[in-house]
């Protein structure tokens, strides 16, 4: 108990030290759940506050500019385009021209086809490429919280 409690006192010491605080939770879900939902949700917050530093007039801008270059340079138009259908957000917070994103779930269906072991590693190296990206794109400290992660489902898991 506490441990959703706990999290949460760890934002305000992320933003004093020029970091950044995003919070993903996974929901109780027999059958059905979405795939990789906390972890968009979470993603979904993190893109919010670096949507918002390109409209900031308090010199944030060059930050935001910092992340499109960090992403740009960490990021392959592949992996975008694997990380794209589960992550949308992203393709506003990059440099990249054109992304081409498959339609809805064309991932997710790839990753449980025939070649379905090689697509999960491609999305895992997406996700990791995206994070280096983003921890190198910070003076500070990233704080990534999925909570209720025992209602995760078994994609977000892997």
Not at 44 to 52: A, E, Y
Not at 78 to 98: A, F, M, N, Y
Not at 124 to 137: E, G, I, Q, R, V
Request: charged share 20%; hydrophobic share 35%.
């Amino acid at each position: 108990t506490g441990k959703s409690r706990l999290a949460l006192e760890l934002k305000p010491r992320a933003c004093q030290w020029q970091g950044m605080f995003c919070l993903g939770r996974f929901e109780f879900q027999q059958v059905g759940a979405e795939p990789y939902g906390g972890i968009k949700q979470a993603f979904g917050d993190l893109f919010t506050q670096v949507l918002d530093m390109a409209t900031a007039t308090d010199g944030q801008e060059a930050c935001f500019r910092d992340f499109q270059q960090s992403l740009s340079s960490h990021l392959s138009n592949d992996q975008l385009r694997i990380l794209t259908p589960i992550l949308p957000e992203l393709v506003q917070c990059c440099e990249h021209g054109s992304v081409e994103v498959p339609p809805d779930n064309e991932e997710e269906a790839m990753v449980h086809s025939q070649e379905g072991h090689k697509a999960v590693e491609r999305l895992n190296a997406a996700f990791k490429d995206l994070m280096n990206a983003l921890t190198s794109s910070l003076e500070g400290p990233l704080v990534f919280v999925c909570d209720d992660i025992q209602w995760a489902d078994e994609s977000s898991v892997n």
